[in-house]
Structures are given as structure tokens and as C-alpha cells.
């Protein structure tokens, strides 16, 4: 934990290559500057990867809302697949920061019990002085929020297939800067006259109620969710079966020394 630098748990500054982060798990990363969990800037020289996979960031700055930003990636092609954000309380931006120069996406996440005091978004996609990229938001959920906005976007935003509901929204769930955000096929709660939808906003195909979460999406590190039993029995019995191999190879190569 680095309280007062950037990155409270990774700071990464690459002038050359790309930066992977996969089966992360953070609990309570804290810093009173950018990336509270994370700051990662790779090469701008071509679109070098900056991703994160299959991760959980849980508690960042809690009980202290310390912080601006959980994720701050800057540079290079963004992604982000299977990331959880849950129980943080950040002064600014408890999702994420991002700057991308080039075509960039969110998949299969949520973003759920997250407190902001801040007059601010807590999702931020902005597009670099040299690039206007698009970024794609499929299939994630945001949930159970407390913040005084939701999404904010500099650049062609598409969120599709998402859930957005429970939240505590006092202002804007989308706000689009200098570009469109389009919302396509997404479960929506839209509480008025607070909820407010500022710039070119599009949404379209709407569906009445919330896209089951997936079965791995979890606010922990590890899920709470146990196999069904058909699937345990499945599991265990090729345990076994493979313990009984093992025990016959064994047995066969015992058998062999003794003959020589």
C-alpha cells in the first residue's frame, strides 16, 4: 500500500510494452492520489494491451474514502473481463478511469455496494489528444450503488445487455461528452426527476427486468456459490477413478522393477 503515491497497490509506467493483470485479488488498497488499486500506463506507440481478467477489488479506501479511482488505466488497447468492485468508498471514481487510444471493452463484470460522497462519476471513459477510440460495455452489472453519478463517456460509448438498477444515483447515470453512448437491450432503473440522461444519449430495446447475474460473479475472491450436487458426485467420482489409476500405475511399475 503506497498512501501517497499513485497505484495504491500496483504502479506500473511503461514506456515500452503492455501490462496483464489476471486473478487479482485486492482488499482494502488504499492511497490518497490516483489508482487506488491500480495505476498502469503502457507504450502509445501502437495499441499495447492493458488488461485485467478474472479479478476482485473489494474494499479500497473503506471507512476512509480516501482516493480517486480503483482502476486507472492509461494507454494501449483496455480490457476488462470477469472484474468485480464491491464495499469500496472512494472521494472520487470508485469503478474506474480509463484513457485508451484504441478500441477498448468491458465484459462480465459488476460493480456493486459502492459508496461515493463526491459530485462525481464513477465510471469515466476518456479518449486521448491523438485518438478518438469506441468502447463496448457487454453484459455487466451495476448494482446497490451509492454515488452522485454513474457513467460518464468522452468517446462512442455501447453498453449492451447490462443491468443497472438499486442504485443510489442523486444526478446522472449517463452523461455523454464530445461522442453518443448508445444503451441497447439493457434493464434500466430510472428514478425521476434525479436520474438524469445529459448529452447524446441513446437507449433503445429495452427489457423489464434484470439479466441474471452469472453464477462466478462474486463481491469476494473466492465464490459462495457450491456446484450443484449431480455436478459434486460427477467431479468426485472421477477423483476417485483417477486415484485408482494412479494407484494401478504404481502397482505396474512396482511389479516391473521386481521382474528385472
Not at 461528452?177 to 437491450?185: A, L, P, R, S, T
Request: glycine share 4%; net charge negative.
Amino acid at each position: 500500500m503506497h498512501k501517497t503515491s499513485q497505484g495504491g497497490s500496483l504502479y506500473i509506467n511503461l514506456k515500452k510494452g503492455e501490462c496483464i493483470q489476471n486473478r487479482i485479488c485486492s482488499f482494502g488498497s488504499r492511497t490518497l492520489r490516483q489508482g487506488v488499486y491500480c495505476y498502469v500506463t503502457v507504450s502509445s506507440a501502437s495499441p499495447f494491451k492493458n488488461y485485467i481478467f478474472d479479478s476482485t477489488i473489494t474494499s479500497s479506501g473503506y471507512e476512509n474514502e480516501e482516493g480517486d479511482s480503483n482502476i486507472y488505466l492509461f494507454n494501449g488497447e483496455i480490457n476488462l473481463k470477469s472484474i468485480n468492485i464491491s464495499y469500496s468508498k472512494l472521494i472520487f471514481t470508485n469503478f474506474y478511469s480509463l484513457t485508451p487510444n484504441s478500441n477498448s471493452n468491458i465484459t462480465f463484470s459488476t460493480f456493486s455496494n459502492n459508496w461515493s460522497p463526491s459530485n462525481n462519476y464513477e465510471a469515466i471513459h476518456s479518449g486521448s489528444f491523438s485518438a478518438s477510440p469506441e468502447f463496448t460495455m457487454l453484459f455487466c452489472n451495476f448494482f446497490e450503488n451509492h454515488c452522485t453519478s454513474l457513467i460518464l463517456s468522452y468517446f462512442k460509448l455501447y453498453v449492451i445487455n447490462c443491468s443497472i438498477y438499486s442504485n443510489s444515483i442523486e444526478m446522472g447515470i449517463f452523461e455523454a461528452g464530445n461522442d453518443q453512448i448508445e444503451v441497447k437491450g439493457c434493464y434500466v432503473q430510472i428514478y425521476e426527476p434525479n436520474n438524469q440522461i445529459i448529452g447524446d444519449v441513446i437507449i433503445t430495446e429495452t427489457v423489464n427486468e434484470a439479466y441474471p447475474q452469472n453464477l462466478h460473479f462474486t463481491s469476494s475472491c473466492s465464490t459462495e456459490l457450491k456446484l450443484p450436487e449431480e455436478e459434486t458426485k460427477e467431479k468426485e467420482e472421477i477423483k476417485v477413478d483417477f486415484k485408482r489409476k494412479n494407484k494401478f500405475n504404481i502397482f505396474l511399475f512396482f511389479v516391473s522393477l521386481n521382474s528385472e
